[in-house]
């Protein structure tokens, strides 16, 4: 079957810097993105990684290993509107995006 | 319009009933998609439509319908609705059924009961 792990919950400090993993076992794997979710909201989207390597944009930067079935987005300087639930996606062979159950980060001031 | 709309914002339907998820792009994408997400779990794609006149089943499609008679209008229909269906739904859409992004509409608070 097809499978993206990320951690449920994690909580981190305002100014300080984070890192949300992500595990995937899919049938093909045509990109991995990452999605932000504020509560009640939709999910907009932060970033795309389709090539090993890190990918950066601003505060944001994401992390690819084909090989390892892993991704991590990394997010500096934290700011309490950063408070969200963080979704990992993948594409599969059918370029249908396999989605995680989302990671909920909760900054403290 | 700008981007995605859906309606109704949300909606309380009495099991058995019959109802409509209305979804609208004003960006010319190709591809449509439904979701549906529950507490605990990951978005689920009910169907999707690459292009106008076309459509396919997701990983979740038993109970629910859709059609796209044209490029902005992608419409979810629940034949008859049943309490396993109350959900958060999303509609998203992207330029075309490949390494694009999705943009997600608002979405809609659906409760059966």
């Known amino acids: 079957g097809q499978n993206i792990d990320q951690p449920t919950e994690m909580t981190a400090t305002e100014g300080a810097i984070v890192q949300i993993n992500c595990t995937y076992q899919t049938s093909g794997f045509n990109g991995l993105f990452w999605y932000q979710q504020h509560a009640g909201e939709a999910p907009t989207f932060l970033s795309y990684?389709?090539l090993d390597g890190l990918e950066e944009k601003g505060r944001f930067s994401s992390f690819l290993s084909r090989s390892k079935g892993y991704s991590y987005l990394l997010l500096k300087e934290l700011q309490m509107k950063d408070s969200a639930s963080y979704l990992c996606a993948v594409r599969d062979s059918n370029y249908q995006l396999i989605w995680g159950a989302g990671t909920k980060l909760i900054i403290k001031p | 319009i700008a981007g995605i709309t859906q309606a109704p914002t949300s909606q309380i339907l009495a099991a058995g009933r019959r109802m409509t998820l209305r979804c609208t792009q004003d960006m010319r994408h190709n591809a449509m998609y439904w979701y549906r997400q529950d507490l605990g779990l990951g978005l689920r794609l009910i169907h999707y439509s690459n292009t106008a006149g076309t459509t396919g089943k997701g990983e979740v499609p038993d109970g629910y319908s859709v059609s796209r008679a044209n490029t902005d209008d992608f419409p979810l229909t629940l034949a008859s609705a049943v309490p396993s269906q109350t959900s958060v739904y999303f509609c998203?859409?992207?330029?075309?059924?490949?390494?694009?992004?999705?943009?997600f509409g608002p979405g809609t608070r659906l409760t059966v009961l």
């Open positions: 998203a859409s992207s330029k075309t059924h490949g390494p694009d992004e999705q943009f």
């Open positions: 990684n389709v």
